[in-house]
């Protein structure tokens, strides 16, 4: 368990942080679960899931710690990789293939989310990068830079001015991307980080109908912002800080945007789901959640938000998924704590391609469940 503890910081975030709403009981919803879906050869193998998704064909995308990193020494940088991988199944679960072998921001699985036009987008919170698959299977994007893993050249000297941006830099792991920025320079309030896309362990990545991209930024701590992105990967925006006030995060874990382009961002450490405008303006928050760990929004009509409930920091002593209004409103939970089918051990990852089936990928339990509601 300790390398679920270390790598996945909401948990953390959750237990050190109170809860500013109290939790009411909700209605049970009747559910039926498959939790051995997946189908791998001899050999191949599920870990920890850090995200699973469904493309509009049915077709399913893991992506799970499982591999052997290694690091790659050249004669500037050092680069960890293959901490992670990336499966592809069909619709019943059988293996298909193996996507971005040995792509070097395969490093530390934390999300993955599946576009409307199939692409598949990896969170890598070792990497700090998010990934774009096109749906053959090639990537498209890349969002982020891999910090190096050593420090490879000297800092400035004292008093020298610090480097721009995109040049070398040295310094302890992952430096770069916290709240002073680059050389020690403050960007702004304290979380939020450096305008662009140098990222500090991101956690998720939405859309709107334009196909901007909203990603949150944020799960090593010192780092709490939103940041935005045309559909071509230019930075437009960022905003938010660390703290509990409107606009400000503890842990920004999951995002999702509504069909009228409101974006809403799980905030992990304040055990709340604030609502902003496609700018960043806020708009409204809910709790009554839990410890959230996760979310995932619905495409129909009306709209539905599910909400994962860790409890502890290791997810074994009280768990649930919530089913909630845009709004807030709860109006049904599932499932509990443990090992046994149709229970949960941090499901870090939700897909609702539909209202009533589900895809739950679960960190501690290293598996992926299938869950069909009973209306």
């Avoid at 503890?5 to 209605?27: D, E, I, M, R």
């Avoid at 901007?212 to 071509?232: H, L, P, S, T, W």
């Amino acid at each position: 368990m300790t390398r679920t503890c270390k790598g996945f910081a909401a948990a953390g975030v959750l237990a050190l942080s109170g809860s500013l709403f109290a939790q009411t009981a909700a209605p049970e919803i009747a559910f039926d679960s498959t939790a051995d879906l997946l189908k791998t050869p001899v050999n191949v193998f599920v870990g920890e899931v850090g995200g699973v998704g469904q493309n509009s064909k049915g077709q399913i995308f893991v992506y799970t710690r499982t591999g052997h990193p290694y690091a790659t020494i050249g004669d500037n940088r050092t680069f960890f990789r293959n901490g992670s991988r990336l499966y592809q199944f069909d619709q019943t679960g059988k293996y298909v293939r193996e996507l971005g072998q040995d792509v070097y921001g395969f490093n530390a699985a934390f999300g993955l989310r599946v576009d409307p036009q199939d692409n598949v987008w990896t969170i890598d919170a070792g990497a700090s990068q998010v990934v774009k698959f096109d749906p053959e299977g090639r990537v498209a994007l890349v969002l982020g830079r891999k910090p190096e893993a050593i420090g490879v050249r000297p800092g400035p000297a004292p008093g020298a001015p610090a480097p721009a941006p995109g040049a070398g830099r040295g310094g302890a792991p992952g430096e770069e991307g916290r709240g002073g920025g680059r050389g020690g320079a403050q960007a702004g309030p304290p979380g939020s980080g450096i305008p662009g896309s140098t990222f500090n362990r991101p956690s998720d990545v939405a859309w709107d109908k334009a196909g901007n991209i909203y990603i949150a930024d944020g799960m090593a701590g010192n780092v709490n912002r939103i940041a935005k992105f045309a559909r071509d990967g230019n930075f437009i925006k960022q905003w938010g800080s660390t703290g509990s006030e409107q606009g400000q995060f503890k842990g920004p874990k999951a995002l999702a945007v509504d069909a009228q382009g409101n974006v809403y961002v799980l905030d992990a450490g304040n055990k709340r789901v604030q609502v902003f405008d496609g700018d960043g303006n806020f708009k409204s928050q809910f709790g009554n959640i839990g410890s959230p760990l996760t979310m995932c929004m619905t495409s129909g009509s009306p709209q539905y938000l599910y909400i994962s409930h860790s409890g502890d920091a290791d997810g074994m002593d009280d768990a649930a998924i919530f089913k909630t209004s845009l709004d807030g409103k709860v109006v049904g939970k599932f499932g509990s704590a443990g090992k046994l089918p149709k229970q949960f051990g941090l499901a870090n990852s939700i897909d609702c391609h539909t209202e009533n089936e589900l895809l739950v990928g679960e960190m501690a339990n290293w598996r992926v469940q299938k869950i069909s509601l009973k209306r």
